[in-house]
C-alpha cells in the first residue's frame, strides 16, 4: 500500500493534529494526493472544540455539539483511534497499543507531527490523580457535571449539616483562562439547578476559586482581570488568590497561602483542577531538546532540532514568533502553526524553501457566563454585553463544519427560552481497584459505617479508634476493613490518618471476586480471618498495639 | 418531620414509579398536601421515555433529551438517587445502599409501591452478563452507540479478513417491539456513519436479528409482522426465526435452530440483548404471590393481595385488565395503572372505595426507523410513513414537559438537513476485574499477543497451545497470562476453551497495583515466577502435562 508513499503520521488528535491534517489535505496537489499519505493518531474520534467546553458544564451547548468527528473534517486522511505506546525515531515507527484483539499496531513515518498537547502535572500535588476532575476533555465536562448533580441529590436528603457542608462545596484550583471559564459555568449551573432541590438554598453553596498568583486571569490586562474578579465575587465565588492546592483528598482540598505556614482544609465534594500543566508522557521520553517548561524547541519553521523529519507544535511544543515571544497554547496559534507546519512539510517534500511561522495573535477572551465576557483585541479591552456577543460570533465562526454551527447557534436559541437540563446520567462507574489519599487528621471511615471497601496502606500511617481510644497504628503493607466485608457486618473501628496516607482501595464487589478465585489472596484473607475473628475488623498485625493510654 | 405524616414511599423511577408520584400529587387536595410526604427512590434522577430511547442509537435524537428529570415531573416529591438494598415488610423500612459517604439510609413508609421493572435474565444464557448489552437504560443506548463506532474505527484499519468480519457483525437478540426497533436504528445508523470510514463497504456489515419464535414481533397482528420482515430484510437485516441465542461469548454468539442439533458460532463485536426478561431481584425476595414470569399478582386495584399498604405496578407486577388479559409491560398500562394506584392510595388514607383498573390498551406501534413504522389502533392495521408520522405525533405528545416535546421536535427537525454524528464519546472504562466467557473451540489469546490481563479459571477446561502443539490442560482455580504481564514478554502460547469456559479477568493496571501491594498476591506471584521462568507464561501447575501427542 504505501510502495513509494511518503507517510506523514499526525500524532495527536487536538487542533494542532487535526489542522495540520487538513491543511495537508487542502494545499496537497492531485498528484500529491496520490502519493502522500497522511494518518491521525487520536485517543478519540473527534476533536473537541476547546473554548466551548465549559458551556457543557451548563447544558448551555449539547455535549455532542461540542466535538466535531476527525474523519469529517480530513476526509482523506486515515485516522486510528489507539493510544500511542512508543515512538522508535531510529526505525521511524510509532507503535499503538491494543484495541478490541491483544495486538498492538505499528505505523511506520516519513514525517513525523507532535501535536500531543500538555497533561496535568499529577506528581506535584498529592492525591489530584486521585480525586481531582480534570477539566480538558469532553469526559471531563461531562463527568464533572455528574459529580455537581450527584452532590446536589445527596445534599437535598443530608440532614447532617458538616455533610451537607462538605456536599455544597466545590473548588476549582487555578486562576487562568481555563479555571476562570470553568467557575463560571459551574456556578451558573447551580444557580439553574437549585430551585429543583427542595432543600437547597443559593446561601448554603461555596464555590471556591484557588490561585497560586496575586490576581486571576494573569494572561490578560490588569484592569480586566480585576473587572473579573469583581463580577465573580458578587455572584457569590469565593476567590483566594496567593493560595496554593497542597493536596487533593478524599473529603476535599488542603490549601495553604503563600505568606503563612498554616494549611486549611476545605472539606468538598467536587474539585477540578486546571494546573499545573506537564507535558505529555511520550514528549518527555523523547530525545530532544525542551524548554523549562518541559516543551519541544522547534525552529521558526517548526521543525525539530536536528530532524528535518519531525514536527512538533501546539501545546506541546515551543514555537518561537517573530516577536520574540515563544507562542502561548492557545486555539488561535495551534491553528496558525497547524497551516505553517503542513506548508513546511510539502515543502520539504518538493524541495521548496520552508517558510517561518509569522503569528503573533489577533487577541484574548474569556466567557464569564450569563452575557458577561472579557476581552482584548488589537490592544483594545472592554467587557460585559457586547464582549460576550463578540466572544459567541467569534468562536460560533471558528468552529469547524457548517453542522455544527448551526447545531450551537440552536443550543444557544433554546437556551434563552427552555429551562436547564439537571439530569446525571451515570455512566462512570466506580473503579474496582484505585488509590485514594488522605490528608493527615482525615478519616477514612468512622465506626459504624458500611463496609464497602478493602484497604492496603501504600504509604504513611494510620490510627485505629474503637469508641474513641486509639487502639492501633497501621503503617505500609498493611490491610484493613476486610473484616466488614467478609463477615457482612458494619466497620467495628474508626480509621484516621496519622499522616499524609496514601491507600489503595479494592471494592466490595473486586474483593468477593478476588477472594473466591485467585488463590493468593483466598489463603492471605483467611488467614486474617483467622487471626482477627475479635470484633474489630481493622487490623493486619497479630496483636492490636497500643499505642496511646485511653 | 413525619409526625403523623403519612408516608408514601415508591420504589423505582421508570413510567409506573413517576406517574405514580405525579397523579398522586394532582389528585391531592390542599390539605391532603400537609399531611402527605411521597418519596420516589431511583438509581436514575431522571426517567427515561423508553418509545424514543432507539433513535438516541442513530443520533436522531439527543441523548440527553430522551430523559427527564423526575424533579421537574413531580415537584413536591422527595427523590432519593440510590441503590435499594432491603425492603423491610413487617417494620416497614427500606434500606438504601451508601452513596458518597459509605452509610446506608433508611427510608419508613406507611405506604409502599412497587413499580421496580424488569431487568434481563441473565441466568439463563451464559455469557449474557458478561459480553451482552442489554438495551433498556440510557447508558446501554449509550454504551451500545459507542460500542459500534469503537468496531467500525477499528475495522477501517483491520486487514485481516476474519477480524474484520467479525467487527463488522452485530447481532440482536430478540425479535419483539425493543429487539425490532433497535436493530432498525442500529443499521440506519450504520448506514448514514458508514460513508466518514474509507475502506468500509456496506455489504460488508452482517445485521443479524435472533428470533426463537417463529416470526417477529408476536405482540401484532401477522400481517404487520411479515410487512416489518419484509422491510428489515430488504434493508440487509439477516432475520434468523426459530433460532435461539444458546450463549455470548467474548468473541460472539452461539445460536441453535430450535429443529437443529448443531450449534453455529457468529464472530461478532456488539451483541445485544433484549431478551429474557426476570422480575428485579427485590421483587423475586418478597414473599408475595408471583405469576409464572415471577411478576407480584395484584388485585384489579392494584393492591398487593393481602397487603392494604402495599400496591404493586408496571412491568413488575401482574395487573389484571377487565377483558381478562394480564397488562402487557408498555408505557401507556404504566401510565393507567399509576393513575389507578394513585387514586386508590387516596382512597385508602380517606376511607373512600377502591376503584378497579379498567383500561384494555389502546393500540401497538412500532417504529421501523427511515419514516417507516408499523401500526394496530383500535383495530385497525397500517404500515409505512402515514403510521410513522403517527408514531411520531402520538409519542411527542405523550412525552412529558413542553420544554423537552420543543427539543425533540427540534431534533427532529434538524436530522432532516444535518448529518449524523459519528462520535464515539470514550467515557465507559474497561473493566478492572471482570468476568469473561468463552465457547468450546474459541481462542482467550494467541501466541504473541501483546499481554493485557491476567485470568483465573473458574469454570471449564482450557488447552495450552505452543507453536502449535497441545502442551497442557487448564481447570478451575488456576491462574494463567500472569508472566506476559510480570515479565513483560508477549504471550507465549494461545488459550483455546476445551469446553465452556468462565474466567475472571484482571487488567494490566489492576493487577499492578495489586501485586505491588496486596501481600497475598505479590507471595503467590513470586512462587508462580519462580517455578516457571520458563519461555512459557501461562502455566501455573508445577510441570505442564501434556495431554495430546504432538
Chains 1, 2 share one sequence.
Not at 491534517?21 to 494518518?39: F, G, N, P, V, W
Not at 447544558?59 to 512508543?86: D, F
Not at 479591552?381 to 453542522?403: C, E, N, Q, S, T
Amino acid at each position: 500500500m504505501s510502495g513509494n508513499k511518503q507517510r506523514i503520521l499526525i500524532l495527536g488528535g487536538g487542533f494542532a493534529g487535526v489542522y495540520t491534517a487538513m491543511y495537508l489535505e487542502k494545499k496537497m496537489s492531485a498528484s500529491e494526493r496520490d502519493h502522500i499519505e497522511i494518518t491521525v493518531v487520536s485517543r478519540q474520534n473527534y476533536m473537541v472544540f476547546q473554548p466551548l467546553l465549559p458551556e457543557v458544564i451548563s447544558g448551555t451547548i449539547e455535549m455532542m455539539h461540542v466535538i466535531t468527528p476527525i474523519r469529517r473534517l480530513a476526509k482523506r486522511t486515515k485516522v486510528v483511534t489507539r493510544n500511542i505506546q512508543s515512538v522508535d525515531l531510529h526505525q521511524k515507527i510509532v507503535t499503538l497499543d491494543p484495541e478490541f484483539q491483544p495486538r498492538t499496531m505499528t505505523l511506520p513515518f516519513d514525517h513525523l507531527v507532535i501535536a500531543l498537547g500538555t497533561r496535568l502535572h499529577y506528581d506535584l500535588v498529592p492525591g489530584m490523580r486521585e480525586h481531582a476532575i480534570p477539566f480538558k476533555y469532553l469526559g471531563d465536562a461531562l463527568r464533572l457535571r455528574n459529580a455537581i448533580v450527584q452532590a446536589l441529590e445527596e445534599a437535598d436528603n443530608e440532614s447532617d449539616p458538616a455533610q451537607r457542608r462538605r456536599l455544597l462545596s466545590f473548588v476549582v484550583g487555578g486562576g487562568g483562562f481555563s479555571g476562570v471559564e470553568c467557575i463560571a459555568e459551574m456556578q451558573d449551573f447551580l444557580r439553574s439547578a437549585l430551585p429543583a432541590y427542595r432543600t437547597l438554598r443559593m446561601s448554603e453553596l461555596r464555590i471556591v476559586l484557588l490561585q497560586s498568583a496575586d490576581r486571576i486571569l494573569p494572561e490578560m490586562g490588569e484592569s480586566l482581570a480585576a473587572y473579573t474578579h469583581d463580577t465573580l465575587s458578587k455572584r457569590g465565588i469565593d476567590i483566594r488568590l496567593g493560595t496554593r492546592l497542597k493536596a487533593v483528598t478524599a473529603c476535599g482540598v488542603v490549601i495553604q497561602r503563600k505568606d503563612q505556614a498554616v494549611e486549611e482544609l476545605i472539606a468538598a465534594s467536587v474539585v477540578v483542577a486546571t494546573v499545573p500543566a506537564a507535558p505529555h508522557s511520550l514528549v518527555a521520553a523523547l530525545p530532544f531538546q525542551k524548554d523549562k517548561l518541559g516543551r519541544i524547541v522547534v525552529t521558526p519553521e517548526i521543525n525539530v532540532l536536528g530532524r528535518g523529519d519531525v514536527w512538533a507544535l501546539g501545546d506541546s511544543a515551543a514555537v518561537p514568533q517573530p516577536d520574540g515571544i515563544t507562542s502561548p497554547p492557545t486555539a488561535q496559534h495551534a491553528l496558525r502553526q497547524a497551516d505553517a507546519c503542513a506548508a513546511n512539510i510539502l515543502a520539504t517534500l518538493r524541495g521548496s524553501p520552508l517558510k517561518k511561522f509569522a503569528f503573533t495573535g489577533l487577541g484574548k477572551l474569556a466567557s464569564l457566563g450569563r452575557r458577561s465576557a472579557v476581552a482584548e483585541i488589537m490592544g483594545i479591552r472592554f467587557h460585559g454585553l457586547l464582549a460576550w456577543m463578540v466572544w459567541r460570533v467569534i468562536y460560533l465562526g471558528k468552529f469547524p463544519g457548517w453542522d455544527r454551527k448551526l447545531r450551537i447557534a440552536s443550543d444557544w436559541f433554546w437556551d434563552e427560552f427552555l429551562p436547564r437540563d439537571i439530569t446525571e446520567v451515570r455512566i462512570f462507574q466506580k473503579e474496582a481497584v484505585a488509590r485514594e489519599h488522605f490528608h493527615t487528621g482525615e478519616t477514612v471511615f468512622d465506626q459504624g459505617d458500611f463496609g464497602d471497601k478493602v484497604y492496603v496502606v501504600v504509604k504513611g500511617e494510620l490510627e485505629v479508634v474503637v469508641d474513641g481510644c486509639p487502639v492501633a497504628t497501621l503503617a505500609q503493607g498493611e490491610v484493613f476493613g476486610e473484616i466488614a466485608l467478609i463477615a457482612d457486618v458494619p466497620r467495628s473501628a474508626t480509621l484516621k490518618a496519622k499522616s499524609p496516607v496514601d491507600l489503595i482501595s479494592i471494592s466490595r464487589d473486586a474483593f468477593e471476586k478476588l477472594v473466591k478465585h485467585l488463590p493468593g489472596v483466598k489463603m492471605s484473607m483467611d488467614e486474617i480471618l483467622r487471626k482477627h475473628m475479635a470484633p474489630r475488623d481493622v487490623m493486619a498485625k497479630p496483636e492490636p498495639q497500643k499505642d496511646l493510654p485511653c
